[in-house]
């Protein structure tokens, strides 16, 4: 049931319902799954979940940022905001994918990369560039799908894909709408209306070619029928990884090099 | 948030009869005041600190190539308003006329003691070196072109980060330069990253980190997330040198600290060592 919500009440809706989660989602669209662990150069980024498993029986890889449920939960996954760690397991988890010939499924679900200094000291800028560029020549099909929200390079580093799927009230941006007001007027006051024109809906995502495909939602949200909106996601995937799958593997990069080569606006 | 960092301050000496009023520079990051002139003839490097200030591109490519060397790409690519944002134009149009730039990038290529290469070099003057549409576009080509031609790409950057005014569209400007870049990479082709002052962002998030080699300029930013966004997470004050080149080369991620007087000489050798030789030679 499509539902015409503006910006600022898709944000509620994502931030304060209680939102299904991955964890929510990986038992009802996966079986046989296991979870792998860890970047092999420093820890293991709880933020950032990696498993192998099946979708319609056929193996894949997983990799997810991971939504707390309830604070405690939110510890342990610092509010699904990565560490270099997570990315670099992300990294390491796609590359295995390419081994063994699995599609890479990529959940995205964060606020943005974590800011901090041990984030900055491990090189975080470095994680999420060696993703994007790694990502972009990956040798088997990439699909990302949006879960909640979509922030910034810390999105990025899971969104170099062949087809990028939007949940139906999710959002993507270049920065939070509150970060967006204080860096541009200096009042962070101003969140609500900065959200409605920093084009941030999954509209606006298909519009600027950044998304292919909405994934539509329960009446009132996600949240209201967890098997539905799960079903709905199960759906898309059994349709596109196929789909992809049987694509020669040098038309489908080069038309995942094409898919971000266009996005931009300027005059000559 | 930057823009503060690089202020020319003139200060008054109340000489009493003597109205000579000297301009100076301070430092922003040793906060010692010097004569603008000895600043400028450095090339803005501050006499007591060696802090390495910013250039203009019209400048850092002078100082950087051989004489008449340089052909531009794309000079007069300018940006669209992809999210119509607004006042987004007039503020371009405003910049066009104090800067003499299209954008925030100039592309082209050039020679370095004779060696051929394609340079990039990005200008804080312009929003802050933010990357929007024509950033990510020029560097895209500029590394296509490279990687056609089997030239390598030096590129000298320096970033706010993403352009706001252009939304989603800014961020994907990564994706789009490193998919460039490991093109490039991938066909063989040598990239050296030369960060200047600051190298923040999504632009350290992408291109800028991707370099074969990664060179710094001395006491100069480079980070992912803003110190004020730092500190605002973590509620506590950062160490003065947090950020700094000498503090991401401690922990590994740059290769070597270059002064500015030194840059082109070594770029040369490490253009010569890499097989870039001289034109038909």
């Known amino acids: 049931m499509s539902e015409n919500k503006t910006a600022w009440e898709r944000i509620q809706l994502v931030h304060n319902t209680g939102r299904p989660t991955i964890n929510d989602y990986l038992p009802l669209i996966f079986t046989d799954y296991y979870e792998m662990h860890g970047d092999r150069l420093y820890g293991d980024d709880k933020a950032v979940i990696g498993a192998v498993g099946r979708l319609d029986g056929r193996p894949v890889t997983i990799i997810a940022q991971v939504k707390g449920r309830d604070i405690n939960e939110n510890k342990v996954c610092n509010f699904a905001m990565p560490h270099p760690e997570g990315y670099r397991k992300a990294l390491r988890l796609a590359r295995q994918a390419e081994k063994f010939h699995r599609p890479l499924i990529c959940f995205i679900d964060t606020p943005g990369a974590f800011c901090g200094i041990a984030a900055e000291e491990r090189g975080m800028g470095e994680a999420i560039a060696k993703n994007i560029a790694e990502f972009m020549t990956l040798r088997t099909p990439i699909i990302s799908i949006v879960l909640g929200e979509a922030g910034s390079g810390g999105a990025l580093g899971l969104g170099v894909c062949d087809e990028l799927a939007m949940l139906e009230n999710a959002q993507y941006s270049v920065l939070s709408p509150r970060g967006f007001a204080s860096i541009l007027w200096k009042d962070a006051s101003r969140e609500r209306e900065a959200s409605e024109i920093m084009r941030i809906t999954a509209e606006d995502m298909v519009r600027l070619g950044v998304a292919e495909t909405i994934i539509e939602e329960p009446l009132g949200g996600a949240h209201n029928d967890l098997d539905k909106i799960s079903e709905n996601i199960k759906e898309y995937l059994s349709q596109v990884i196929p789909e992809k799958c049987q694509k020669d593997i040098d038309v489908l990069l080069k038309e995942r090099y094409t898919k971000f080569r266009k996005i931009g606006a300027f005059i000559e | ?281």
Do not use: W
Request: aromatic fraction near 8%.
């Open chain 2, 1 to 281: 948030m930057f823009e503060d960092f690089f202020k020319v301050v003139t200060k008054r000496f109340n000489g009493g009869d003597d109205d000579y009023k000297p301009p100076m520079f301070k430092c922003p990051r040793c906060q010692g005041l010097s004569p603008l002139s000895r600043y400028e003839e450095l090339h803005r490097v501050c006499p007591a600190c060696n802090y390495h200030g910013r250039l203009s591109a019209q400048e850092r490519i002078s100082i950087t190539i051989d004489k008449e060397s340089f052909r531009e790409f794309d000079s007069e690519m300018k940006s669209r308003n992809p999210i119509d944002f607004p006042e987004y134009e007039e503020k371009q149009e405003e910049l066009r006329e104090r800067t003499g730039l299209n954008d925030a990038v100039i592309t082209g290529t050039a020679t370095i003691k004779g060696s051929p290469c394609v340079i990039g070099v990005m200008d804080s003057r312009y929003m802050m070196a933010s990357m929007g549409s024509v950033v990510g576009e020029k560097i895209a080509r500029a590394f296509e072109y490279a990687a056609a031609n089997k030239l390598p790409v030096i590129m000298f950057t320096a970033s706010g980060g993403a352009r706001m005014q252009e939304g989603i569209v800014s961020l994907m400007q990564m994706a789009k330069t490193a998919g460039a870049v490991k093109l490039h990479s991938d066909q063989g082709g040598l990239y050296i990253t030369v960060l200047t002052d600051p190298t923040t962002g999504g632009v350290t998030a992408s291109f800028a980190s991707l370099g074969d080699i990664i060179i710094a300029e001395p006491k100069i930013l480079i980070g992912f997330a803003g110190r004020r966004v730092i500190e605002n997470t973590i509620k506590q004050r950062l160490p003065d040198d947090f950020q700094l080149a000498e503090f991401m080369y401690e922990k590994g991620f740059i290769d070597m600290i270059v002064e500015r007087r030194k840059m082109r000489s070594v770029l040369s050798h490490l253009l010569k060592l890499h097989g870039y030789n001289k034109k038909g030679v």
